[in-house]
């Protein structure tokens, strides 16, 4: 079952069954067959999934772990990536293409040079189907080496972030002028590299559990701050900006008044990403 057919599965009543915790596979593989499911039964997994997503952040049955093997990769690769941060900075890590990447690390002893193997571990990451382990959102970036233009992007000031110009940084200054000084730009671009780091360092703390990160993250090649999208918070609330604290912010409620301003994944979304009020929207079609 693919992405776009989540919405139609939910109203035909066709949900497809569980995960093999401990590999990685295709969808066709792990469902051959699919079938109609009862009142009874579609209203039970319904049920279960909005519990998984109420409770994102704890294990789930059903959810795709990584076996020992490709967890020793992972944890390798988010070590490199991890002083690959640390060696061209956190604010040109969010632009860092994954060929520039795999050039930084050749050349500095630091880093060391990504063997083939944390390379093929990537590559798969990257490229399965992200629906087999419970992400259905959309997929903006289709190239694993897709480059971000330097010459269309503004480093927003005090920020450390960036921001496409155009709709996205026009939207975040409208935004900033309704709301006021208490608003600022918590997370702008994120190129590919960046999302590879996020999303494998919470499955990293996670015991390689692929499906509760992507309640989170998004897969790399998966998160719209990739194309356009930012994630706004107060001044001096800190990582409570991502947490459902949020709601409960003088920012967040004049944001809620602003009949322009979307969330990318409201509460009980069907993309199997937790609600984040924080995160805008910038293309209403996208």
């Known amino acids: 079952m693919r992405r776009r057919d989540f919405l139609k599965a939910i109203t035909a009543g066709v949900l497809l069954g569980g995960v093999d915790p401990y590999s990685l596979v295709s969808a066709a593989q792990l469902y051959p067959q699919s079938r109609r499911l009862s009142n009874s039964e579609f209203d039970v997994n319904i049920k279960d999934y909005l519990h998984k997503m109420q409770n994102f952040d704890q294990p789930h049955t059903g959810d795709v772990v990584l076996g020992k093997k490709e967890l020793t990769l992972l944890r390798s690769c988010v070590t490199r990536l991890k002083r690959l941060q640390r060696t061209v900075g956190h604010g040109n890590f969010h632009l860092l293409s994954f060929d520039d990447g795999l050039s930084f690390a050749r050349n500095y002893s630091k880093v060391g040079r990504f063997p083939r193997e944390e390379l093929d571990f990537l590559e798969r990451i990257f490229y399965q189907d ?12 289709d190239n694993m080496t897709t480059r971000i233009n330097k010459k269309e992007v503004v480093k927003i000031p005090k920020s450390g972030n960036y921001l496409y110009r155009g709709d996205p940084q026009q939207k975040y200054e409208k935004v900033r002028k309704h709301v006021g000084d208490k608003l600022y730009l918590t997370s702008g671009i994120r190129g590919v590299v960046k999302q590879f780091y996020l999303f494998l360092n919470k499955a990293n703390a996670n015991q390689g559990n692929l499906s509760l990160a992507s309640r989170s993250l998004a897969p790399p090649g998966y998160s719209f701050h990739g194309i356009a999208d930012f994630d706004v918070g107060q001044i001096g609330y800190g990582s409570l ?3 459902g604290r949020f709601t409960t912010t003088e920012v967040f409620k004049k944001l809620d008044d602003l009949a322009y301003v979307t969330i990318r994944y409201p509460k ?7 609600f984040e009020p924080w995160h805008i929207k910038v293309y209403p079609g996208v």
């Open 130 to 141: 992200s629906a087999d382990y419970g992400f259905w959102g959309e997929k903006p970036i």
């Open 241 to 243: 900006n991502f947490t």
């Open 268 to 274: 009980n979304n069907f993309k199997g990403v937790r």
